[in-house]
């Protein structure tokens, strides 16, 4: 029902910046919260980042808070991830991602949609 694709992974000096971009099809996009998700070899997909439908609220990740913003454009269908300060400990496949919901509330997990992924890697 919403596809979804990142872009803007790359490799990044640390302390650099990066910003991912994630594009939704269709136009009900402001009606689902989102987030993003990362996922090194060998560990577990880790939540980062999560901001309700209408933009009013954010969640983040201890280990970034500060350092990474999460921002939304319903009218463009796309949800962003500003990533400053960038530490090799970031360096993941960074997947974006969406559920349905009107609740107003920010989520951790149950999220239905996922993009394909991009990667990031950050050198010391």
């Known amino acids: 029902q919403v596809q979804l694709v990142e872009s803007g992974g790359g490799l990044v000096q640390a302390g650099g910046s990066l910003r991912l971009s994630c594009a939704a099809s269709g136009r009900t996009f402001s009606s689902y919260a989102v987030g993003w998700f990362r996922q090194a070899p060998g560990k577990e997909r880790e939540f980062v980042a999560a901001?309700?439908?209408?933009?009013?609220?954010?969640k983040y990740a201890d280990s970034v808070k500060g350092r990474f913003t999460i921002s939304r454009d319903n009218a463009k269908n796309t949800v962003y991830l500003q990533m400053n300060s960038l530490k090799p400990e970031d360096t993941a496949v960074y997947y974006c991602?969406?559920?349905?919901?009107?609740?107003?509330?920010?989520?951790?997990?149950?999220?239905?949609?996922w993009g394909q992924g991009t990667q990031v890697t950050v050198s010391s």
């Open positions: 901001k309700t439908w209408s933009g009013g609220l954010t």
């Open positions: 991602a969406a559920r349905s919901d009107l609740s107003g509330r920010v989520y951790t997990d149950g999220y239905a949609f």
